[in-house]
């Protein structure tokens, strides 16, 4: 449900996104080019755009690099979250997150539920914060794509959405840095 509050400034925010694929190219990324129209035609910039191969050593180097550059507030990625030997970027999620967002996986699958079914139990989509950057890992379909970034991030990253959003926090995401 939207609730943009068009009295409110919006403020774009530097979003990075991943393909994690074996065999995605920039010829074939779907999903990937159907998440980078997404977030500029919400008005944000697209920090970078990347394909990384199904490994969780060089997803955990690419999630530390967008982590580190402060030209990154969110990354997305696309891909790798399911159940066989070769999704593991839940894995290399774990190893840099400092907090979970685990409403975001929790409705990701509700609002997949909806349109596929049981089949969603299959999905470890999920999100959180390292660093003061966002990270959300949604699944490789053109489809859950779709629906991770119409149905929720569009939202979550709109500074006018009420009654709350990511975005009026990100001041506040490195306060236990300041201690």
Request: net charge neutral; with cysteine; hydrophobic share 40%.
């Given at each position: 449900?939207?609730r943009i509050?068009?009295?409110?400034?919006?403020?774009?925010v530097r979003i990075a996104?991943a393909?994690?694929?074996d065999t995605?190219t920039?010829e074939?990324?779907t999903?990937?080019?159907a998440l980078?129209?997404?977030?500029?035609a919400?008005?944000?910039e697209?920090a970078?755009r990347?394909?990384?191969?199904?490994d969780?050593?060089?997803i955990e180097t690419?999630?530390?690099?967008?982590i580190?550059?402060?030209?990154?507030d969110?990354?997305i990625?696309?891909?790798?979250?399911?159940?066989?030997g070769?999704d593991?970027?839940?894995?290399?999620?774990?190893?840099?997150?400092e907090?979970?967002?685990?409403?975001f996986?929790?409705l990701?699958?509700?609002l997949?539920?909806a349109k596929i079914g049981?089949?969603?139990?299959?999905s470890r989509?999920?999100?959180?914060?390292?660093n003061g950057?966002?990270?959300f890992a949604?699944?490789?379909?053109?489809?859950a794509?779709?629906?991770?970034?119409?149905d929720?991030?569009r939202?979550q990253?709109?500074?006018?959405?009420r009654?709350?959003?990511l975005?009026?926090?990100m001041p506040?995401?490195?306060?236990?840095?300041k201690?």
């Open positions: 449900m939207s509050d068009e009295s409110r400034a919006f403020l774009p996104i393909t994690i694929s995605r920039a074939n990324d999903s990937g080019d980078a129209a997404r977030v500029t919400a008005g944000h697209l970078a990347a394909i990384i191969k199904d969780a050593g060089l690419a999630l530390r690099g967008w580190a550059d402060p030209a990154v969110v990354v990625t696309t891909g790798g979250t399911g159940v066989t070769r593991v970027t839940p894995e290399a999620f774990e190893r840099v997150l907090k979970k967002i685990e409403g996986g929790e990701f699958r509700m997949s539920y049981t089949s969603t139990m299959q989509a999920l999100g959180g914060v390292a950057t966002y990270l949604l699944p490789g379909s053109t489809g794509v779709k629906d991770g970034w119409d929720i991030l939202f990253l709109d500074s006018r959405h009654p709350c959003n975005v009026e926090l506040r995401l490195k306060e236990h840095f201690a």
